[in-house]
């Protein structure tokens, strides 16, 4: 088997291992996840967009369908022969495939790049770029989650690979078409990162400047057309009051600057200046303390100039002054001027995380080719205690991450609550939030080819925000069958004419912090949603 058939296989089976132990998914991946649900379930004709997800819940601000609709169409044969085969008989089983399915992008674009340090520097700084990534916590567990940072990471990574392998202007356009179509904070790399190629010498004006048009307006001019199509029969929405038609042309442009300019991004919070600074700490781990060394050695190395001495290494200075040279000034540059928004979240510069892994991969590498037999030995302890560190904190985080979802478990309780067919279940906002989507709703009628055979008793689930069902005696008076909340407590206890509306059949519970047990860490729980029915 080639080395690079490894690397793909453990790139794809960690990931993969994190969908299996954590299946369910946040309110945040729900966007592409939904639309990547409605791609399967009613196709692509116009005469269903109607029933597209996104007419009636359309989320905080829009979002481009060129990426859930390209997920979607990669996943259709899998589903489709998965279903057939009776591989998946629910419909959570075809969500796991989606995401199976991004895994796959995911290995498939860091193999590419492990396979571009193989060429360049070394193959020992591919292998352990690949083992401190997978060693890592937070890409590999977000790998196949369907947040919009991590439908562009296969592209930013495969873009950084090309930008190596001295394809610059195919990996300038390729930057440039995901920071259009997929995240506009991605554009903070690619145009530091063409203007240093231009300063250089490595690449002319007009084939930068080729390559930007190209990759934004050529994928502007694809993903545009689908977009308006789709979003402008849904706006304006209650939801989206400052939306319109026109700004759905290009909808991470619209969104960018209602966030930052209207300031609508700090309303989810504020955070200090180095919070990327102590995020980075904690996602690269031990490999850390290897970038820092890297980029000190590699640097005293350059400055003395001295060759043939005991600390030379003339891949680690390769590889250091090669990534530093071509990557290093979008990934500052992206750390800077995201450092001065107020609201802030470590998956904003997760782009960063595979530059500081190949330095620290370099030195790494270095480390282990030093002619002292006894300082060898010594290097290979420390490299496996970090190694042992940064996969004991992986699997606690992973752990703790599975009880972050009560919203998905929640339809194991439903399934055993027997409830009639036709039995409407309204959902609200907290288990939606935290785990419950399309793909959890089981017992709906979806005849697709993608999706299993329909189960024998159907239900109806609601979503719906209408203030009226918010309430025990409005959800009551409406007829529903049965509710599923974080207020079940308030729902248990409620009454109309002296007699109770509702019973508690089951719940989930859900992470309520860690603690120092017996054993060690403990993660503590409580109930956070309930599902109760109607009496």
């Given at each position: 088997m080639a080395r690079w058939h490894i690397w793909f296989l453990a790139l794809f089976l960690v990931p993969a291992a994190h969908v299996f132990?954590?299946?369910?998914?946040?309110?945040?991946?729900?966007?592409?996840?939904?639309?990547?649900?409605?791609?399967?379930?009613y196709g692509l004709s116009p005469a269903n967009w109607h029933k597209w997800d996104h007419r009636t819940f359309p989320g905080a601000v829009p979002r481009s369908f060129l990426p859930p609709i390209v997920l979607g169409l990669l996943s259709y044969p899998i589903a489709a022969l998965a279903s057939a085969a009776g591989l998946v008989t629910t419909s959570l089983g075809i969500q796991t495939i989606v995401r199976l399915v991004l895994v796959v992008c995911f290995a498939s674009a860091f193999t590419h790049l492990a396979r571009t340090l193989q060429r360049r520097y070394s193959t020992s700084t591919a292998d352990w770029f690949v083992v401190l990534t997978l060693a890592q916590f937070h890409i590999p567990f977000y790998a196949g989650r369907t947040l919009p940072n991590f439908t562009a990471l296969p592209l930013v990574v495969l873009a950084f690979s090309l930008l190596l392998?001295?394809?610059?202007?195919?990996?300038?356009?390729?930057?440039?078409?995901?920071?259009?179509?997929?995240?506009?904070?991605?554009?903070?790399?690619?145009?530091?990162i063409a203007l240093a190629l231009v300063i250089q010498r490595r690449l002319s004006f007009l084939s930068a400047l080729s390559a930007g048009l190209v990759g934004g307006f050529g994928s502007l001019t694809i993903s545009a057309v689908i977009d308006y199509k789709l979003w402008s029969p849904t706006l304006p929405h209650s939801s989206l009051p400052d939306f319109t038609p026109r700004h759905t042309l290009w909808p991470e442009l619209a969104a960018a600057y209602w966030n930052i300019a209207y300031g609508h991004a700090d309303d989810w919070g504020i955070m200090p200046r180095s919070y990327y600074a102590k995020a980075l700490t904690k996602m690269l781990a031990g490999a850390a303390p290897l970038l820092g060394l890297g980029i000190i050695w590699a640097f005293v190395l350059g400055v003395t100039g001295k060759r043939g001495h005991v600390f030379d290494n003339e891949t680690l200075r390769r590889t250091v002054a090669g990534v530093a040279r071509t990557l290093g000034p979008g990934v500052v540059a992206l750390m800077?001027?995201?450092?001065?928004?107020?609201?802030?979240?470590?998956?904003?510069?997760?782009?960063?995380?595979?530059?500081?892994?190949?330095?620290?991969?370099?030195?790494?590498?270095?480390?282990?080719?030093?002619?002292?037999?006894?300082?060898?030995?010594?290097?290979?302890?420390?490299?496996?205690?970090?190694?042992?560190?940064?996969?004991?904190?992986?699997?606690?985080?992973?752990?703790?991450?599975?009880?972050?979802?009560?919203?998905?478990?929640?339809?194991?309780?439903?399934?055993?609550?027997?409830?009639p067919a036709g039995s409407v279940i309204h959902f609200h906002s907290y288990p939606l939030q935290t785990g419950s989507s399309l793909?959890?709703?089981?017992?709906?009628?979806?005849?697709?080819?993608?999706?299993?055979?329909?189960?024998?008793?159907?239900?109806?689930?609601?979503?719906?925000?209408?203030?009226?069902?918010?309430?025990?005696?409005?959800?009551?008076?409406?007829?529903?069958?049965?509710?599923?909340?974080?207020?079940?407590?308030?729902?248990?206890?409620?009454?109309?004419?002296?007699?109770?509306?509702?019973?508690?059949?089951?719940?989930?519970?859900?992470?309520?912090?860690?603690?120092?047990?017996?054993?060690?860490?403990?993660?503590?729980?409580?109930?956070?949603?309930?599902l109760l029915r109607r009496l």
């Open positions: 132990v954590a299946p369910y998914t946040k309110v945040e991946e729900s966007f592409t996840l939904h639309a990547a649900h409605d791609v399967l379930r392998r001295d394809r610059l202007w195919t990996g300038i356009a390729l930057l440039t078409a995901t920071a259009t179509v997929i995240r506009l904070e991605v554009a903070l790399l690619a145009i530091p800077l001027v995201l450092s001065t928004v107020g609201h802030k979240e470590w998956r904003f510069i997760v782009y960063a995380i595979p530059v500081f892994n190949i330095i620290a991969a370099a030195c790494a590498a270095a480390l282990l080719v030093l002619p002292s037999r006894s300082f060898r030995m010594m290097v290979r302890l420390g490299l496996t205690v970090l190694l042992a560190i940064t996969v004991a904190f992986s699997i606690f985080s992973t752990y703790v991450s599975t009880h972050n979802y009560p919203g998905g478990c929640i339809w194991r309780t439903l399934e055993a609550a027997r409830l793909f959890t709703f089981v017992r709906t009628n979806a005849t697709s080819s993608a999706f299993p055979a329909p189960q024998e008793v159907q239900w109806v689930y609601s979503k719906s925000e209408d203030p009226v069902l918010q309430t025990p005696q409005g959800a009551w008076l409406a007829d529903i069958e049965a509710v599923v909340t974080d207020r079940w407590r308030e729902y248990a206890e409620s009454e109309i004419d002296g007699h109770k509306m509702w019973s508690i059949l089951g719940g989930c519970d859900g992470y309520d912090g860690v603690q120092i047990g017996k054993g060690g860490l403990e993660v503590r729980t409580s109930p956070k949603i309930g």
